[in-house]
């Protein structure tokens, strides 16, 4: 058989150390090259196929919000079948130094892809990603040609000794590997048991944010400790380190502690839900979502005021929207002794009744609640069932409408008057000139 590469050129590669492959594994090689190109072309038509059925299925079963897989499903697909169909051509055929080379380099750079994509999907940090897709790349490629253990005895050797554990560049590398890998599977089982969550229709909103919290720390408490589980970490050794953080945690972190275990009260006893609008102090507006460690409420100017849990366990709450949304409004207007006070009330009826946020049922009803010093004092009560808009504005309205009807039937508005009684007048009839202190007389 004529040879490949020509006889003076391998004789001087030979001569330079360089090891060459025989006719036979350059034959293998692009037999091996061949196969690798029709798996990763088999990788890019099941990705342009199933990559968008995929991403639809995706935002149907799980949701679009669910960071942005969906958006990369095709890219993810791609390399993920050529990854796994290069990984069944890479361990059936027993490949020689040159075939298993070019399958190792087309493996690992398929699976470096989609660690590349998926972790980017999950928002992980682009340098965390890229660094993470290196490290599998390269551990692919030289378990492949069968220095994986060369790479890994060369890693632990670089480290130093720590009483009777050894921190070296593999352990780093590992831990590096392990936590990327816990963060994106729990960043995915928590987006993927929200939105299961979120979709039953057995739970009212409240109980679906309870399950949510209770679901994600669990998840996060199982991730540590199987984290703990690979890492091979003895937890007996840290018996007295674990004893002086849970000192720490007592007296450091016990708001945090305290602010957690009230809001999971809260969502217990649904004595505040997101949504509900509730008065806490000086803060008024309606609830946009009960956190870790507080509860965020939304005002009418578009301030989210962030409140701790533990206030809204220890102070007085007025919560609006409890057992029932629909709030009375007090709006007191007076009205002259003059005035007719059965049009001046039919008014003040009329008035709350134009008003669109006011309900009909319960009716707004006129109360005369006073005979004040110069006026006639009433309250307009009226019902509305939208807390979360405002008071004052439907304060305004009412009173801008009873302007108009008041002036139209000639009602007048009182205003304070003081009457003064003389009891004498000086003998020639003209009140007393009061001078200043001071000034001549």
Known sequence: MTPIIPTA????????????????????????????????????????????????????????HVEGLAHRMHTIVQHGSAALLLAILANSVPWSGFAALLLGIALGAATAAFTLAFLRGLHTPRWIAWITAAIVFVAILSHAIGGFNVITDTLDKIGVNIGRRRLSLLALVTLLV??????????????????????????????????????????????????????????????IFSGAFGLAIGFGLQKTIGNLIAGIILLMDRSIKPGDVIVVGDSFGWVNKIGVRAVSVITRDGKEHLIPNEILMTQEVENWSFSDRNVRVRIPVGVGYETDLVLAQKLMLQAATDSPRVLKSPPPNVWLTSFGDYAVDHEILAWISDPEGGVGNVKSDVLNRLWVLFKENGIEIPVPRREIMVKSWPEDGAPPVQLAPGAPK
């Open 9 to 64: 050129l391998a004789n001087w590669l030979v001569a330079n150390g360089v090891h060459l492959p025989t006719n036979a594994e350059l034959i293998e090689g692009a037999i091996a090259g061949g196969l690798a190109i029709l798996a990763l072309a088999a990788g890019w038509f099941t990705g342009k196929r199933l990559g968008p059925r995929l991403a639809q299925l995706w935002q149907q079963r799980v949701g679009s």
């Open 178 to 239: 392990t936590a990327v890998a816990l963060y994106a599977g729990v960043r995915l089982a928590n987006r993927i048991i929200a939105h299961s969550i979120g979709q039953a229709r057995g739970f009212d909103p409240t109980q679906k944010l309870l399950v949510q919290k209770l679901a994600s720390i669990f998840v996060v408490v199982v991730a540590f400790f199987f984290g703990i589980d690979l890492l091979g970490i003895d937890l007996t050794s840290f018996a």
